[in-house]
């Protein structure tokens, strides 16, 4: 009996087993059930990332259940996840063409990706199955606006306003598209007709306000903002709009007032508080900036974006340790958290580590593809690397995703400049201007744009804009100079260059462009006047001392006046060992008084007497280049070098000899690139880096090199020419010609003169046309 029921035991206890594990194991249906209701759940308390989980586990059961991929999609993109978003969108609809939704918004996708057929598409998909669908019709409008057919695009908002009498955000863009086609009255009439269908929501005022406050009615830009806070008075971003409106009128106190106002009245609330703090972080006062912070973070010590803020503080005054610390500190709690790294790479950016900035930084971009700021620090990052076609890429999504990031229009306006594409940077410098009217830089950038376009009376505008803008700042001025100047306006050169020295007399190139305007008027007696009293005037200044004999020679030399022309080139490298200019002034003087042996002969008595006289070496070799020495004028720059390797002048002569002798031009990009990093504003380095470049087949670095040149020496008709022929390898034919037609205008004598008229030659019989040519042959 007992071995009976042991028996039995034995088989009912794993039958039992059996039919306990099958009552606990659910079909993969019910499965799918079970985790998408817990990701409903979660996504219901705006835990996006718990229901991404539990969608996935859903999707993972092998269910083919679209609501799935979609709960997904919307949790991606709550999360800014929007390239898994996307992804998720299209399985959705693979699997249920008839979510409209989903149609909808892979519509909305191409839109912003500029694929305007693919969003057509799916508007009119939709649209036929449900023809008074809201947002199909904010589809199709959009794709209207980017067809360029704005008149059937407002009847679509139109409609739209008629099928919901209430929708504000129809309103707002018919008030923004009448802006956009200068019917002021309109616009306003849309705005408040959006407050009409919300008046409690307080960004419809904001709008409004931006709206006055570009027309230039204050009263009303401020009354409006006003009464938003009325609305909800304890919005901290309205009440810092209010303050910033303050601040753009030139009232900052108004605006501390405000907020120390909106403080005293609720002095536990943190959002009050850290709009303070980045009001003083807006004024660079960051002793009151970080303590009201510090009050934020002790209000709120768990809160990691109040501690992001701060550390975004410590970063912009340069406390890096104390940003580490806080940075790490964050990550500690939260590694994914994309503002804390964002801070990260900025900081690794700032120590000049772009590889790890740069990595940190992409990442960020794969997990949040909208993030403007990041696509910005990688256009810095690229810049800096020199790669502009990936800095032009990166930074068009930044501005794509958002059009109000003026420092993205800015760096594309440079780049576009840098290629030549003049009206491409207009069109970014007038997106910058509408935002701010009084960006300075904004101005001085169109200048150079509107020079590019051969347009100086545009150009002279800009600068004089600028100019009202920084009255005291001598760049405008002086600028306005060289234009007047290149024109033959002599007087008014004169008044601009004079002006630029009022506001700064020890600028350099202000000296230099008043002693080139009297040469230009034949009045060498002037110049050497003029250079004579600011010698003068500036014994102590040793450096400013140097350039002024430096330009005192040029005038010399140009009366012929050889011998005291030497002594003025020699006293500025008695000051100055490391300038250029002066060596090679020198070795031309040499050679056309004949004197270059005997020259050549009294340094090399220098030498035998003090061997490491570094100058000697250089002024030897530029006395051989000038005879054709080169070898020898090589071997004097290499012994320059091994006694001082960081020696500029030698570097860049021996990378010059180099170039003009076709021999190793990487090394010779190498030292000019060295030379270039020791005296980064000397054009004459400049000028032999972007030769290096063009060398070495890097035309657009060698185009935004010898820009940077000319800016610096407008009228140096070597850098022009070379300027032209590296727009010319470039691509870019008028700016080649509009270059080296500028180096032939001048009246200077230069090596190259031939040579840029050869190069316009050939652009004639390459083109087909006859470049205008220079009045100045």
Known sequence: MRRFHLLYCRTLFPMLLLLFCLSCTSSPSEECARFMKRGDVYFSRKEFGRAILEYKKAIGTGEIVAQAHYRLALSYLSTAQTRQALLELEKTIEIDPQNLDAQIKTGQFHLAANKTELAAAKAALVLEKSPENIEALFLNMGVLLQQGNTKEAIETLKRITTLDPKNTRAFVLLGRIAEMRKNPDEARQNFKRAIEASPDNPALYLELARFYEQRGDFEEAEKALKDAILKVPEDATLILSLGNYYVRRGNPEAAEDLFLKTVQKAPKQVGPIVTLAVYYASQKNWPNAIKWMQQAIDLQPENL????????????????????????????????NIQTRFLKARMLFEKKDMSGAKEILQAIANEQQNHSGVYYHLGLIYLAEKSEKEAKAVLLKAVGYDPDN????????????NEGQADMAIEQLGIVLAMQPEHYQAYMLAAKAYLLKNDPNRARQALLNAAKIRPDDPAAYLQLANIELREGKYESAMSYVDKALSLRADYVAALDAKVSVYLARKEPEKALTFLDEQIGKNDANQVLKA???????????????????????????????????PYLSLAGIYIETGKGEEAIVQYNEILEKQPGFIQAYLALAALYEAKGKVEKAKNMCEKALAINPDFAPAANNLAWIMLQQGQDPEKALTLAKKAKSLLPDDPRIIDTLGLALITNRLYPDAVSELKTGVDKAPNNPTILYHLGLAHWKNGEKDQAVDALNQALRTKDPFAERQSAKNLLDEIRETTGNAPEMSSGE
């Open 305 to 336: 974006e109040i501690q992001n803020a701060m550390a975004s503080f410590y970063l912009a005054q340069g406390e890096t340790q104390k940003a580490r610390t806080l940075i790490d500190h964050i990550l500690e709690k939260d590694k994914t």
């Open 406 to 417: 003026i420092n993205a229009h800015m760096l594309l306006s440079q780049i576009f400049l």
């Open 547 to 581: 350039a002024l004999y430096e330009m005192e020679g040029r005038v010399f030399e140009s009366t012929k006046s050889y011998k005291q022309s030497e002594i003025s080139y020699k006293k500025a490298l008695e000051l100055n060992p490391d300038m250029v200019g």
